[in-house]
């Protein structure tokens, strides 16, 4: 099933256009991985498909319905959680507090299971709940941003830069989440500068270039493209 497919994509800021017909697909328990150099237009494309940004043309279907002049609350009402790049926890309040505000959309009673299950996956914030947020390492941080997206229960979670900035051991923990969260038949689209890891977390996978998508394939495929190797992953093709 396709959750997400988005054609004829056009977007950006104000008068600058950043993005130029982009088109992806998601299907439902996938992760799909869009790597690309800075300013790509990778972090725009999360943003408009999660409603921060009004495209000026194309369509984003997101389980069969077109949700590009829907509100960005009202999409993540409807199953999409969006962790941006920066993170963006509530620095002034507690690890347990940023959790609970993952579930404003929810009024269901499974709301402190699910924060249990957080913490089974992350058990440093178990041992942090009543810490400030902003006292917590970059790594931990970003497993709160993760945390807090899960308790809304998204159908579709978008992550961008995951692990930008952090210790070679938290991101060796947060793609060890994203492989269990794939396990678990989540859907994922992931912006990773870590294009190596990304593509081998990825069920497919697209390079985005000045805007539009130069290159697709399977996450495999595109580990074995000279011009991938050449350009993403810092080796020289045979």
């Given amino acids: 099933m396709t959750m997400l497919s988005v054609h004829g994509l056009r977007a950006g800021y104000g008068k600058i256009e950043v993005l130029r017909d982009v088109g992806v697909a998601v299907q439902q328990g996938q992760i799909v991985t ?18 921060l940004i009004r495209p000026s043309a194309g369509t984003i279907e997101f389980e069969g319905v ?7 609350h009202k999409i993540t009402v409807r199953g999409m959680s969006h962790v941006p ?8 309040m507690t690890v347990i507090d940023n959790l609970r505000m993952g579930a404003y959309v929810r009024n269901d009673k499974e ?24 006292t917590l390492s970059g790594g931990e941080q970003q497993m709160l941003a993760i945390g807090r997206a899960l308790v809304a229960r998204p159908r579709l979670l978008l992550l961008d830069e995951p692990s930008l900035g952090l210790a070679p051991k938290f991101v060796t923990l947060i ?7 794939k396990a678990e038949g989540k859907t994922i689209l992931l912006v990773e500068q ?23 394939g399977t996450g495999q495929e595109l580990l074995n493209m000279p011009e991938v190797q050449r350009t993403y992953l810092g080796q020289t093709a045979a």
């Fill in 194 to 216: 870590n294009a190596r890891k990304a593509l081998q977390v990825a069920d497919y996978a697209y390079v985005m270039e000045r805007g539009r998508i130069a290159l697709s």
């Fill in 175 to 181: 793609f060890q989440a994203l492989r269990e969260l």
């Fill in 111 to 134: 709301i402190g299971r699910d924060i249990g299950v957080v913490f089974e996956r992350f058990p440093v914030l178990s041992e942090r709940r009543d810490q400030i947020a902003a």
């Fill in 34 to 51: 869009l790597i690309g150099a800075n300013g790509a237009g990778k972090t725009t494309l999360l943003k408009t498909i999660s409603g």
């Fill in 85 to 92: 790049e920066g993170r963006a926890i509530l620095k002034r």
């Fill in 66 to 72: 077109n949700i590009a002049r829907i509100a960005a």
